[in-house]
């Protein structure tokens, strides 16, 4: 294998020799193209710089005449515009003195106009005679006559309205009068009506809803009672089948003890038959208490057989009764056995424990002493103690206590079935009982619901009767008042009529102030006129003079716009000729403009053939700089590359001498010899294994695999086997260890579970109790009683309190009220403290759902539980009754804002002050 590995590294080392040469040489090919094209490179750079410069000079030459060409664009635009502008101010100018020239001609004509307007005011003004003094005076005459003729009209009005409001006064009260009548009859007939259709007579649906509701309450008791005597039966039968229970479960607790007994023993006593024989200690039967005896007399022979065909069997024989010394008593009566151990049996005797020594000496030959509790002695001398273990004896004890014990469970196993049959039967009873009281608990509902319904309707008959009186003597009081009424209002009426009938109208003063309103308008008219004339003439004087004034602004406005026209008419002819003269300006300007941009055009275009000429002059140069570009770029990749292949075959190449090397060092060092020698070496033996490397790697593989399936030689194994021997004997020793420990600590457990269970239901008895007597001490009757539920143990047991205040049925606690739940809660807790006593005992507005009458029993009750017991009680409440019953009181006051203080009051002392 190290040849194989030679000859690859050499002629791997030669194979990258070669190529490490030939990259070499394609190293220094690719480095002269790349020098070459670098050279063209540079030139086609070189020869690039004054391209772009005359290009660069080209194009800002063309350029400048393009900037040249805009600005002369701009121009020709700015003198069209110029020119419009001119003929547009001329035109404007033109328009405005026409404007103002016609506002010349107006103002002329409206100055001629005005001036023949305000001489006719003038004239006006002048020829119009002063009347206002004496029309003043004439208006004033007739409103003091209107004055005058209007009071006497106010004053006949006042008179005659005075009199009218006492007329229409009296008729109001005679109407009202009359209405109060009527009003009053017709309430009064109302009242009589509605009296009349009251009926106070009893209602036949309210005798009915009455008997109904008899009737009703009737079978409600009758079904209460009957679901009180389920409840009874059904507890009377939870009690019998809950003692049926314990009755069966310890018979059959003592039949199982005596069958797993039995069991136990019937697998020790039997034992495999020999050959398929039965012992002999099968059919012997000692008497109780002999069975030491019989095993000391007879010992392991039991274990013979009866039958012939067995290899060890008991032949029988017949043998007389030896003489026996006196104190010795036969065996052979005292035991029930095959004839054919009768001879055996006849030659033993029975003896008290200390005789037996002194009668051995005189045993006939092939007799046997024995002692109930086991001694043997021997006609020749041989002695057993009862010591001496002897496996007989306890294999017949055994039997014997089989037999005990099956003769038990014979006894037990009638019992046991009539156990469970009594259980059965109280179970069936509670079934029964438990169906009955559903049924009896179904019945209630409906008949309570049915009373319900009938003492409803029986009230609302009740209430409607109620209403019906009540209403009747209603009536009969408002009747009385209505009549009352009507009287008195037919009084007033009456003393109202005659006071109208005397009221007469005077028909003189009605004439009187029809001529006063007469005399009245005329004397208004009169002045109306006075005053009409007085106000016309007052409206044209001022209208003559404002006329004139009007006339007069006027005048002077047309002055003014007719000077401000004639200057704005000089202005207007001094700006036409500037803008005319600018407009002939103007249009000599293109001649010019045309000129230069014909020269600018012929620049523009020769600058255009010198950057066309320029720029492909310089995309040629471009393009071949491009392509040497590339060139160069191939060439240095080339070169790259070359090198990069140059760099492997290099670290290839010495790679593999390296690996020659260290192979050849390998032969010398492993071989002793050169790799040469080692090959002709394998050329003479001519060795057929594989030539190449991954060959001879395979059938070294191949060599390996056997060899380890030979298996590993593990030259500890003794040392191994004698630690796991160690730790195994530690861990054995751990496992008892922690088995022993369990064990006791399940003997702990059960320890503590049982003087928990005994301690719990101590104080369950003695809570239980007290929870009665103060049960009853609080509801001042009624019964009730704590109840281990939902389990027989009482370590694994529930809570359940059932309670029954007077007048009720016993029911959990969860149905009862608010304050039964708490006076319930608090007899409790004082039977706890009854049983065992606490200093303190902090009770927090237990009180708070109670009513008067209950918190005065709920206090009564902590004085009785101060004096029986040394508890110190501590209430927090809010109840006045509660806090007057205490002995001492302790508060928080804020007697100012933000500041509490603390309040004490010692109620016994503040008592016996008050008593001094």
């Known amino acids: 294998m190290l040849y194989a590995k030679y000859a690859e590294a050499r002629a791997a080392a030669q194979r990258l020799a070669a190529e ?83 506002i010349v001609e107006d103002a002329e004509v409206a100055l001629k106009r005005l001036a023949e307007d305000l001489s006719g005011v003038e004239a006006a003004i002048a020829a119009a005679p002063e009347r206002g003094p004496e029309l003043e005076a004439a208006a004033k005459t007739a409103e003091t006559a209107r004055a005058d003729a209007d009071a006497e009209v106010e004053r006949l009005a006042g008179e005659l309205a005075a009199r009218e409001a006492h007329a229409r006064a009296a008729r109001a009260r005679v109407e009202e009068a009359q209405g109060r009548v009527a009003r009053t009859r017709r309430a009064l007939d109302q009242a009589r009506q509605e009296r009349a259709a009251v009926a106070t007579t009893a209602n036949p649906q309210a005798l009915q809803a009455k008997a109904e509701l008899e009737a009703a309450e009737t079978a409600l008791a009758a079904a209460r009672a009957a679901l009180d005597a389920a409840e009874e039966e059904r507890s009377q039968a939870v009690a019998g089948e809950m003692t049926a229970r314990e009755a069966a479960r310890k018979l059959e607790e003592q039949l199982g003890r005596f069958t797993a007994e039995a069991r136990a023993l019937a697998g020790l006593v039997a034992q495999a038959k020999r050959g398929g024989f039965a012992p002999a200690l099968d059919s012997v039967a000692p008497a109780r208490g002999y069975e030491a005896a019989l095993a000391a007399a007879v010992g392991d022979d039991l274990d013979a057989a009866l039958d012939p065909a067995a290899p060890a069997y008991w032949g029988g024989r017949d043998a007389p009764a030896p003489a026996w010394p006196e104190g010795a008593t036969p065996l052979a009566p005292l035991v029930e056995a095959p004839p054919a151990l009768a001879a055996r049996l006849a030659y033993v005797a029975i003896v008290d424990r200390a005789d037996g020594d002194r009668l051995q000496k005189v045993l006939p030959p092939g007799g046997r002493l024995v002692s109930r509790e086991g001694d043997l002695w021997r006609w020749d001398g041989f002695t057993a103690r009862a010591e001496a273990p002897k496996p007989a004896a306890v294999r017949l004890e055994q039997k014997t206590r089989l037999a005990e014990v099956e003769g038990e469970i014979e006894k037990l196993e009638p019992k046991a079935k009539a156990a469970r049959e009594t259980q059965g039967l109280a179970a069936e009873r509670v079934r029964k009982a438990e169906e009955a009281l559903r049924n009896a608990r179904r019945e209630p509902p409906a008949l309570e619901q049915k009373a319900a319904q009938a003492r409803n309707a029986l009230q609302r008959f009740d209430q409607e009767a109620a209403r019906n009186e009540a209403r009747a003597a209603s009536l009969d009081d408002l009747i009385g008042r209505f009549e009352a009424e009507l009287a008195e209002h037919e009084t007033q009426l009456a003393a109202v009529t005659q006071e109208a009938s005397g009221e007469a109208e005077d028909s003189g003063l009605a004439e009187r102030l029809a001529a006063a309103r007469a005399a009245s308008a005329a004397a208004r008219e009169a002045a109306s006129n006075a005053r009409s004339a007085y106000e016309v003439e007052i409206r044209e004087r001022d209208g003559r003079t404002r006329r004139f004034e009007a006339l007069a602004r006027d005048r002077d406005d047309w002055t003014r716009r007719s000077t401000a026209a004639a200057k704005r008419l000089e202005q207007l002819a001094e700006a036409r000729t500037k803008a005319h003269a600018a407009l002939e300006a103007a249009k000599a300007a293109p001649s010019t403009l045309q000129a230069r941009r014909e020269k600018l055009l012929d620049e523009l275009s020769t600058a255009e053939a010198r950057r066309a000429k320029t720029s492909d002059a310089l995309a040629a140069a471009e393009q071949e700089r491009t392509e040497a570009d590339r060139a160069l770029r191939a060439a240095e990749a080339q070169a790259g590359e070359a090198r990069e292949l140059r760099a492997s075959f290099s670290a290839h190449a010495e790679a593999a001498t390296q690996r020659l090397a260290e192979v050849t060092a390998m032969i010398r060092e492993t071989a002793q010899m050169e790799p040469e020698a080692l090959s002709q070496k394998l050329s003479d033996e001519a060795v057929a294994i594989p030539a190449d490397a991954e060959g001879m790697e395979a059938h070294l593989f191949n060599l390996e695999r056997q060899r380890e399936s030979i298996g590993p030689v593990n030259l500890r194994a003794e040392e191994e086997a004698a630690e796991y021997a160690s730790r195994l004997e530690t861990m054995q020793a751990e496992r008892a260890d922690l088995t022993g420990a369990i064990a006791r600590l399940r003997q702990g457990i059960d320890q503590l579970n049982g003087e928990g269970r005994e301690r719990l239901t101590a104080a369950f008895g003695v809570i239980n109790e007290h929870f009665k007597t103060l049960f009853q001490t609080l509801f001042q009757g009624g019964q009730a009683e704590l109840r281990l539920v939902e389990s027989d143990d009482p370590l694994e047991a529930g809570l359940e309190i059932y309670a029954c205040p007077p007048g009720k049925r016993l029911a959990s606690m969860s149905l009862m009220s608010g304050g039964e739940q708490a006076l319930t809660a608090a007899a409790l807790i004082f039977a706890v403290f009854l049983a065992q006593p606490a200093p303190i005992c902090v009770l927090d507005e237990v009180d708070a759902p109670l009513d008067d009458a209950n918190v005065d029993r709920f206090c009564n009750m902590i004085d009785e539980m101060c004096r029986r017991t040394a508890t110190r009680f501590i209430v927090i409440t809010h109840n006045p009754v509660t806090m007057a019953r205490t002995d001492r009181l302790f508060g928080v006051t804020m007697a100012e804002r933000g500041v509490s203080q603390l309040v004490s009051v010692d109620l016994r002392q503040a008592e016996a002050m008050a008593a001094q």
Do not use: Y
């Open 20 to 102: 490490a040469a030939a990259a070499v040489r394609a190293v220094e090919e690719t480095a002269r193209a790349a020098a070459a094209a670098t050279t063209r490179a540079a030139a086609a750079e070189e020869a690039l710089r004054p391209l772009r410069e005359a290009e660069t000079i080209a194009a800002a030459v063309l350029n400048k005449l393009a900037i040249d060409k805009d600005r002369l664009e701009r121009e020709e635009e700015a003198h069209a515009a110029e020119l419009a502008r001119l003929g547009g101010d001329l035109e404007r100018i033109d328009a405005d003195a026409a404007r103002e020239s016609h």
